[in-house]
C-alpha cells in the first residue's frame, strides 16, 4: 500500500467577482500516492490552476484542508510556507521557468543551494538527472541557448532533484510542439514514478494524460470526473470522452 | 545568513551574465559621478579661492571696524587701534592686515594677485616655505604665493614689475621676491605679501589717497591666549577698544562678498546632480524589476524568501553603483591631471569626500522603491493567475 502524500479535504476557494462570491474551489476532495502521477484537467476557468496555487502553497483556501506529506497548510504562517515549497515541493511552469542568467547546471543545482544540501555528491546528482534528460551536452547553456523542450527538461529536473514529496507542473508543455511534449510528459512521468513522488500536471492537453496514472477532471469549480483505469484515460486521451 | 549568501549568488551572477546592460548603467552613473566631483571640487576649489589666506590665519578673531558689517574690503581701521588691541588681557599677539589688488607683469601675460601686507612674526603674514620674510619698512620686497610663482614664474631672487594705477595713471613698481609661502589665494586670486609701507607705496590709490602715506589696516587678526575664549574675549574687545567689531574666522568667510552666494551655487548644482542621479538610477531599477516579475514570482514560488530577494535587489544596486562610481572617480582624477592651475579644482576636499559618499548612497535611494516592489511581487505570479 502507497502512503498518501497528498490529501485535499473539501477545498473552497472563493473569490468576490463584481461583488458577488465565486467559488473558484468549489468543495474538492482527493488524494494522491508517492509513485502516482494525476493529471489535473478542465476547461478554461474550471479553477485547475487555483487549485494547483493552494496545493502549491502559494494562495490560502477559504476552507477545507490540504495535507503534504502530513503537514497541515493552513496551520502554516508565511515563512513555514516559504520553507515547505523549498524542501517538500518541486515546480515546473508553464513558461518564465528557468531563472534566465543562470545555466542549466546552475538552475537545477540553485534548488540544492536554497536548501542548503549544494555538495560535490549532490553537484553530480543534478549533473547525472541532465544527462539522464539528455541534457549531458547542455550543462553550461543559459535558458536563451536552449530549446523549449530543453528548457522543461531543466524544468523537471530542478523539480525533483531536491526530492520533494509533491512534484507540481502548470501547463508544462504548453508552449512545446506536440512530439516535444510528448516526449517532455513521457519522461515527467518516468522520473516521478521511479523516485516515487506524488506528481500533479495541470494540463488543457487531454492527449498528454495517456501518461498518468489518473486523471480528475474539473468544471466551475468541481470535480466533476475522474478516470483511474488505463482503458478510460486512454480513452480520454483520444479525446473519446 | 544562507539567504544573503544566496542573495549574493543571484545578484553576481546576474550581473555578470547582464554585464552589457549593468555596464551601461555603471557607465551612466561614471559620468554623473565625473560631473558630481567636478562640481564639488569647483565648489572647494572656488571656496578655497576665496576664503584659503583667512581660514589658514594663525588667528581666532578678527577686528574690523564699525559698522563695515564684518566685510573686509569696507573695513579701514585706525592706525592705533592694534596697540588697543595688544593691551587688551588675553590677546597673545595681533597683526594689522592690509589688503588690496594690483597686476604683475608676468612672462606671458599681466597676472591679477592680491596685494596683501602683513608685520613679520605678527598673524596674518603666513609662513614662508622657502628663502626669508621681508624686511619692514619699505624694503621693496616681496613672499608670493607658491600659485602665484607657478603661474608667473618669478622665484625667489627674481625682481618683479608690478603695474599699479596711481591717481589715475600706471606706475611700475619693481619687488624683489625673497621668499615663498603656499595656499594662500584671497579673493579668487594668489596673494604676495609686502611690509606695511611698500603695500602703501605700491598699491593702487585714487588721487586723495596720494595725499596721505599712512598705511590703514583694513583689519587686525587676533591669536588669544587662551584660544577657546572666543566669546568672552570677543566681547572684552568689543568693551575696551572704541570703534570696532569683532568676528570670529567662519563668520569672517561667510561675510566675504559673493562667498555664501556663490557656494549656495555650486551645493544647488551638486544636489541637483544627485538627484538626477537618483531618478536615472531608480528609473533603470524599476524597469528592471518590472521586466523580471515572473522570474521573481518564480524564485519566490520555488522558495527563495523575501529576504532574499530583497538582498539580492540591494546587493546588485550596491555593485552597479560602487562599479559606477570606481570608474567616475578615476574618469575624474585623469580629467583633472590636464586641468591648468588657472582652474580652480581642489579634489581633496572633504566636499569631494562627501560627494563620493553621497554618489555611493544615490544608488540604493534611487532603487529602494524597485527593492520593495520585488518584495511585493506575489509568488502566483509565476503560474498565470492574476
Redesign the interface.
Known sequence: MKEIVLEVRDLVKTFILDGAPLNAVDHVSFQVHSGEFVALVGPSGSGK??L??IL?A??TQSSGEVFIDGQQLSAMGE?ER??L???R?G?T??????????TAQ?NVE??L????TLGKVNRLRAEELLARLGLEDRLRS?PAQMSGGQQQRVAIA?ALIHNPAVVLA??PTASLDTERAFQVVQTFAALIHENQRAGIMVTHDLRMCKYVDRVLQMRDGKLVNECKTRIEIEALARGEH | MRALSIATYLALKEVWRGRGRFLLVSLVIALITLLVLFIAALGEGLANGNRQYVSNLNAQLIVFLQKSDTNISSSQLQVDTVRQIRRVDGVAAAGPIYTSSTEIEANKSPLKVSLLAAEPGQPGLPPVIAGRVFHTGDSGEAVIDQNVALRSGFQVGDEMTIRSTQGGTDEFFYLRVVGLTSNQSYFFQPTIFTSAATWEKVRPQSAADLKDDTPYPNIIAVQLADPKQIQSMEMQLLTKVPNIEVADIPTTINAIPGYSAQQGTVQTQGVFTLLIGVLVIGGFFQIQILQKVPQIGVLKAIGSSNGTVGASAVIQIIIVTAIGVGIGGGLTYLFSLGFPPTIPLVFNGTSSLFAVVALLLIGPIGGLVSVIYAVRIEPLKALRLQ
Not at chain 1, 511552469?93 to 543562470?102: D, G, H, V
Not at chain 1, 543551494?113 to 542548503?116: A, E, S, V
Open positions: 490552476t487555483t494547483l496555487s502549491a502559494l494562495l515563512s516559504v520553507k515549497r523549498r524542501s515541493i515546480f511552469f508553464q513558461s518564465n521557468n528557468l531563472i534566465p542568467y543562470l546552475e540553485f534548488m543551494r536554497l536548501n542548503g543559459l530542478r502548470d501547463e
